[in-house]
């Protein structure tokens, strides 16, 4: 996906991105090629895959949700996708990064120097660690290729407010939704949507799924990283 392209798509996604946010993603391009051989941060590093599987692909979370000034937490974020496009591209939103990997986190933070965005932060820590001291903190806890979705329910959910909407950005989830029930009745869990797309030109599958917090989450959850992996709840 071409610049070109790119702004076209993002049209058709009601986004009118400006000359400075075009500058930004550049920016951020140029400085993620740059710095990828010594934080391992992707192995897309073709400017044109760039656009498409990192920036367009982070943006499309607007299929499902309008953002402006919500607080908001990407789990997982690694090199910044979705939650610094997200913030170059809706600057009224404060947003958390949230990454295990403090190399990652290191190189977030320069690149939050170097584009000059404020209501922004990086925080290294695991997810299941952050979540049990950050509870009901978030209007939307999101995360893009992350990890198993139950994983990422138990570790999210209890970092929203009620009525906060977790969202997912993942590839195919049919698998995935198998044996799902109990995670929705535990975590009060309502208003499943999903939304099953192609990305444009190499028309890869693309699924968003958003799920909503009806009730304070138990203080039981999320469980150790060991119990998580070992057990459903």
Sequence with gaps: MNKEEFIRELAKLNINITDKQLKQLDIYYHFLVDENEKYNLTNITKETDVYLKHFYDSLTIVKSISLSNQYICDVGT??????????????????????????????????????????????????????????????????????PLKHLLEYSVPMLKIDGKFIALKSNITDELQNIDNYYKKLFLKNE?????????????????????????SLIYPRPYSQIKKKDI
């Design 193 to 217: 949507k999903i939304i099953e797309f192609k990305l444009p030109n190499e028309l890869s599958n693309r699924t968003i799924y958003e799920v909503s917090k009806t009730k304070s989450t």
């Design 78 to 147: 690694g090199a910044g996708f979705p939650g610094m496009v997200l913030k170059i591209i809706f600057p009224n939103i404060k947003i958390d990064l949230l990454d295990a990997t403090a190399k990652k986190c290191s190189f977030l933070n320069q690149l939050i120097n170097k584009l000059e965005l404020k209501n922004i932060n990086v925080i290294n820590d695991r997810a299941e660690l952050y979540s049990r001291e950050n509870r009901e903190k978030y209007d939307i806890v999101t995360s893009r290729a992350v990890a």
